[in-house]
């Protein structure tokens, strides 16, 4: 009889193939995102920065998100690819970039929601801002203090003055495009949407925002800051060198203008070195009414006979010193 065959019991091992793509780069290990991978120097300085405001808890505004705006803008200069889609200014494909690299999910494996919205404005809030100075619109840029800085008459638009009294007076137009001032997170955000997506910020929402009630378009000016501007912008002027200077503005209307605040500081000058204050009774007194109660005119007079002489003597001076210390 030939024996029945039996069936082998040994079980084969089938090993199962995996489809999931392993993922490219260097890994870094974070707290907060896991295992990222990197390409390049690049991408590891945006992971990095990216993870320093995830954990952030002050200087959101003031340190980490222009820190990670720098490294998006370092990105794009490298890959300006990402702006092809010129609707929306690069935006879609940047979010979708950055998540990608921190690996973000708004949901973990177990189902749990890990959103965090605080997290993703302030990513937006940083490629706004690569994206902007990436533009050069607003002459957008970041200083050594991490300061976000953009021109001025974009920053604010108009100017609140105020009198010596502090009364408000007529608003004035900004027409400055050279000078770059401040600019707010807030600012900033309403400049990206009116500039690279073209829409126009509704002043009326803005400001029945609870968190937004201050007015970033308009910054008060104050005399301290107007006499600041005149004092650099004198500066600069008188550091330029013969040919520049013979080159300047220092002619017509402004040569005219800055003379008369040269003679009316030497009459504050004057005026303030003629007062005595009694020390038992505060009482103020002057040795020399006349040059407060004259007429405006006649002061200015006065102050040009001092200064006509002080010019021609500093004019002099220091080729007189020169010729004295060779003859010493």
């Not at 991490?146 to 609140?160: D, G, Q, R, Y």
């Not at 502090?166 to 990206?192: D, H, S, W, Y």
């Not at 504050?268 to 004259?294: R, Y």
């Amino acid at each position: 009889m030939k024996k029945a065959k039996t069936k082998s019991t040994v079980k084969k091992t089938v090993k199962i193939k995996s489809n999931a793509k392993k993922p490219k780069g260097t890994e870094i290990v974070t707290e907060h995102f896991g295992k990222l991978f990197y390409a390049n120097v690049i991408e590891k300085n945006i992971i990095e920065k990216g993870v320093a405001l995830m954990t952030a808890i002050k200087g959101i505004y003031g340190k980490f998100i222009p820190e990670l705006a720098v490294a998006l803008t370092t990105y794009i200069a490298k890959y300006p690819k990402v702006l092809d889609d010129k609707k929306s200014g690069g935006l879609p494909a940047m979010k979708k970039y950055c998540w990608k690299l921190f690996n973000y999910t708004t949901v973990d494996n177990a189902g749990f929601k890990t959103k965090n919205e605080s997290f993703e404005r302030n990513v937006a809030r940083a490629i706004y801002l690569a994206l902007l100075i990436h533009s050069k619109k607003c002459k957008f840029q970041i200083n050594d203090k991490n300061e976000i800085l953009a021109v001025s008459n974009k920053v604010h638009p108009t100017f609140k003055v105020q009198s010596l009294k502090g009364k408000n007076l007529t608003p004035q137009i900004n027409r400055e495009t050279k000078k770059l001032e401040v600019c707010t997170i807030a600012r900033m955000e309403e400049l990206f949407r009116e500039q690279i997506l073209g829409q126009k910020t509704d002043n009326k929402k803005l400001n029945s925002n609870k968190g937004n009630t201050k007015d970033t378009k308009v910054k008060t000016l104050t005399i301290d800051m107007k006499v600041k501007e005149i004092l650099e912008f004198m500066r600069g002027l008188n550091a330029v060198t013969v040919k520049k200077f013979k080159e300047s503005k220092f002619k017509g209307s402004l040569k005219k203008d800055l003379t008369e605040i040269a003679l009316i500081v030497q009459l504050l000058c004057a005026k303030n070195k003629t007062l005595t204050v009694n020390e038992t009774t505060n009482n103020v007194t002057t040795d020399n009414e006349i040059l407060f109660e004259s007429k405006y005119q006649t002061q200015l007079d006065w102050a040009k006979v001092v200064t006509a002489k002080g010019v021609a003597l500093l004019s002099t001076y220091p080729q007189t010193k020169a010729i004295a210390k060779k003859s010493a």
